[in-house]
Structure formats: C-alpha cells, structure tokens
C-alpha cells in the first residue's frame, strides 16, 4: 500500500514570498490532515478535512493561510505571504476515519529567510 | 536530515535494556490514545493506540498502559535497540470530530 506522498520535500523562500505545498493521501481514505510541526514540537494541527469539506480550521491562521481539497483526494496548502515564524516541518496526513490512527508522509520542509 | 526535538526531554539507555517513556495527557475526555515514533527527517509513524476503555495492550515488544484516573500514558519498548533510537510522541483525540492533539514529545537514545 503507497504511503502518504508530499512534495516538495524542501523549499526556502524570502519573507513574504508565497508557498504552496502538496499531499496525495492514502487511496480512499477520506479523511486528511495538515499539520505543522516547529523545531522542537509536536505536531500541531493546522486543518482537518472530510472528503472535499473542512472539518476542523479553528488554528488555520486564515490572513495567511489557505487549504483546499477540491476532489476529496489531493490537498494543497498555501502560505501567503510567508513570514519567518512560519519556518517549520508541515506534515498531512490521512486516515479512514475520523477518531482512528493517522497516517502520515515524511512532510514539507519550509525554510523562510 | 532535520534535527527534531532538540530541546526536548531525553531518556538514555543501554541495548537490550527496557524503555519506559511517560506522558500526562489533559484532556479527561479523550478516548483514543496513539504512540507515534519519530526519526530524523520523517513524518511520525504509528507504533500502538488504545482505546478508553483499556488500560493495557501489547504490540511486538511494545506496550501501551493508561491511566485514565492521573491521566497518564505510558510506552513500554522491550529489549531496546539501536533501530529504537528517535523522537516519541504521544497523541490524544477527544470524542467526536477532533482530530489528535499531540504531546511535546520524547528523544530516547539507545547506547549500543
């Protein structure tokens, strides 16, 4: 079974440059995740989706931040302007359901400068 | 690869000793608990959950024990090796939609 498949791997951009980053889920999993993970930290989630609608965005910072998933499949994350407090490991994961064991890719490295 | 936790709490022990590594949860309603493991420069991978209504379940040299009074969890990785070594994280999700909310995370380092 293919894992969770994110790209890139690495970006670095200036500050205030936008960013976009991409996740396939695991086939017919329905449910994904954005999260972010700063140096040092857990990951902390950022947006939940079921299917194509937004379950979950309440620590989406939304002036800046912008998620979609307009198939039900793959996701799309974007930062916009970037600022350099957003320099972090951004990690999507899926699961089958909610409330079960989440599957994760090897995430997005961002670097803003 | 990138370097996670490196202000984090670390735990040090020899090959083929066992591992005990804690976390105190805060939610009294989560019920559903994930241990994820977490090597450099990759997403966190599951090891074992359990559910509310447990208070022990085994994996393949792994256990997981909860204590839902002191609401505490708690990873047991027997016979410890190098392959062990990473960051361990864990995750909580209350009842209903939300999602897991994840602990701040601990670096075992094996000593071969």
């Known amino acids: 079974e293919a894992g969770v498949a994110q790209s890139p791997r690495y970006k670095i951009i200036e500050k205030r440059q936008s960013v976009a980053f991409w996740c396939n889920p695991i086939s017919g999993h329905a449910t994904l995740y954005w999260y972010q993970q700063i140096l040092g930290q857990g990951p902390k989630l950022l947006i939940q989706f079921q299917n194509n609608g937004v379950v979950d965005d309440s620590q989406l910072p939304k002036d800046r931040f912008s998620a979609e998933r307009l198939k039900g499949v793959d996701s799309t994350l974007k930062i916009q302007p970037a600022k350099l407090e957003d320099s972090a490991v951004y990690l999507c994961a899926s699961s089958n359901t909610r409330n079960t064991e989440a599957f994760f890719g090897q995430g997005t490295r961002l670097t803003v400068v | 690869g990138e370097s996670v936790g490196l202000h984090l709490p670390t735990l040090s022990v020899q090959e083929g000793d066992n591992s005990i590594i804690n976390c105190a949860y805060s939610n009294s309603a989560s019920d559903y608990f994930i241990w994820y493991k977490q090597e450099s420069g990759k997403g966190p991978q599951f090891i074992i959950d359990?559910?509310?209504?447990?208070d022990k379940r085994q994996g393949q040299r792994v256990t997981v024990l909860l204590n839902k009074t002191v609401k505490h969890l708690s990873l047991q990785i027997a016979a410890t090796q190098p392959g062990d070594s990473a960051v361990y994280f864990c995750a909580e999700t209350p009842s209903g939609n939300t999602p897991l909310v994840f602990g701040k995370g601990t670096r075992l380092s094996v000593i071969a």
């Open positions: 359990i559910r509310s209504n447990m």
